[in-house]
């Protein structure tokens, strides 16, 4: 019998992202680790199974503490990944999947964009408790990943809720608990349980172009207004208290709204 819990550890930012590195640092030791990440970037790829992956595997030298851990680059998305590695890499059913820690903060109802809780909502699927982490990071590092963007906290609260997962059985309908490191952050910073705004945190931005038959992708910008974030809020926590926002996601996307009062409007006569 296996008595060390198997951790595994994803991200969407690739296999040679640097904050994938400092997550598998962060659980090193907390049980047995294996590392499954995509061949390349997938920022904003939420939980795609997309066609035109091949779902080829090869083994990537990967060392923590002068230890090697088992590490493979997938050419998948980060949702693909997540079954390759529980379906077929892992050894036996794991205890825990890490995403991150992702280059860029991912608070707020653009949260279904998220490559990175798309592989969290993935694992949950599949029954593994998933942590999502993500580092509130500049515009410019979240397709270009910079080894200027500082880890040491986003890892140290890695670490901490990793452990308190692997400790105890979360409440019904928590599948996933995602965590929106300030930029600012020390391990010294308080963290707050919020919930996800209904507010979007990005903006998107329109190409500029002339012509509609010339190539043109959608942009983005972080933009939002104070007056209209909930004080309870994961934007909130992040940008305007500047504490790490811990939000408890669920895979259950029913609405909350009285189903009576559904069927009434559903009913009324026009």
Known sequence: MHHRPLIVVTNDDGIDSPGLYAAVWAVWGLGDVLVAAPTRQWSGASRCFARETTGVIR?????????????????????????????ELAPRPADLLVVGINYGENPGADVTCSGTVGAALQAATCGVPALAVSRQA???VHLNLSDDVDFTAAAHFTRFFARRMLGVAL??????????????????TPWRLTRQSRRTYFRPVPPRRSDLSQPGRMDYEAAWDVRDLEPDSDIYALVVDRVVAVTPLSLDLTSRADPGEI?????RET
């Not at 680059?73 to 997540?82: L, R, T």
């Not at 069927?263 to 009913?267: A, G, N, T």
């Open 59 to 87: 083994p990537r030298a990967l060392q923590v503490s002068g230890e090697s851990v088992p590490a493979f680059a997938v050419d998948g998305s980060p949702a693909q990944v997540v079954l390759h590695a529980l379906l």
């Open 138 to 140: 500049p515009k410019e």
């Open 171 to 188: 409440p019904f309908d928590v599948d996933v608990l995602k965590v929106d490191v300030p930029d600012t952050a020390t391990p010294q």
């Open 263 to 267: 069927v009434r409007v559903l009913k």
